[in-house]
Antibody, heavy 118, light 106 residues
Framework: EVQLVESGGTLVQPGGSLRLSCAASGFIFSDYHMDWVRQAPGKGLEWIGRIRNKANSYTTQYAASVKGRFTISRDESKNSLYLQMNSLKTEDTAVYYC?????????WGQGALVTVSS | DIQMTQSPSSLSASVGDRVTITCRASQDISNSLAWFQQKPGKAPKSLIYDAFSLQSGVPSKFSGSGSGREFTLTISSLQPEDFATYYCQHYKSYPYIFGQGTKLEI
């Protein structure tokens, strides 16, 4: 069974940093692109970035709203995806989902809540 | 960026009804269009990809159509578990953009 489990969500102050993790299981992790999608409270879904698979040299793409502040990485030895978030703003408050980038986004984690507030 | 516009924003329906949700892209996206269902407090669930292909395990009551700029999601014979928010999303080019959502209510 394909499973994605996020962790690391917490309360952080504006300007602070945080790293989210996503543990993947049930599939060959290195074969798939992986994405992060977020959802602010009461709002819609926002794609924030992708890291491609091994065959595509793990290259990355980001939404303009996070480019230069957020970094997506992956560790194939741990079947894990990461989202490093720096210079956090109050508008980054959201539930962050990791997703498998196959046939759009075919599988989703349960989400991790990040609250940016003083 | 390619923008996605869903209509309606909300929709009232009854058990047994058939409903259609529309999604329009600001430019041609061929068939690079997906649909998702989200229930309160839960992660989105993928329903359809490539405009009309059902994700594994999704019942055939859900169907997608369209290409180019205009797409539809049709849900037949509504059941209580179908009342949720539905999103379209394109993946023609970066950034991938979601529609604003359609809340399907009883």
């Amino acid at each position: 069974e394909v499973q994605l489990v996020e962790s690391g969500g917490t309360l952080v102050q504006p300007g602070g940093s945080l790293r989210l993790s996503c543990a993947a299981s049930g599939f060959i992790f290195s074969d798939y692109h992986m994405d992060w999608v977020r959802q602010a409270p009461g709002k819609g879904l926002e794609w924030i970035g992708r890291i491609r698979n091994k065959a595509n040299s793990y290259t990355t793409q980001y939404a303009a709203s996070v480019k230069g502040r957020f970094t997506i990485s992956r560790d194939e030895s741990k079947n894990s995806l990461y989202l490093q978030m720096n210079s956090l703003k109050t508008e980054d408050t959201a539930v962050y989902y990791c997703t498998r980038g196959y046939h759009s986004f075919d599988c989703w984690g349960q989400g991790a809540l990040v609250t940016v507030s003083s | 960026d390619i923008q996605m516009t869903q209509s309606p924003s909300s929709l009232s329906a009854s058990v047994g009804d058939r409903v259609t949700i529309t999604c329009r892209a600001s430019q041609d996206i061929s068939n690079s269009l997906a649909w998702f269902q989200q229930k309160p407090g839960k992660a989105p669930k993928s329903l359809i990809y490539d405009a009309f292909s059902l994700q594994s395990g999704v019942p055939s009551k859900f169907s997608g159509s369209g290409s180019g700029r205009e797409f539809t999601l049709t849900i037949s014979s509504l059941q209580p578990e179908d009342f949720a928010t539905y999103y379209c999303q394109h993946y023609k080019s970066y950034p991938y953009i979601f529609g604003q959502g359609t809340k399907l209510e009883i």
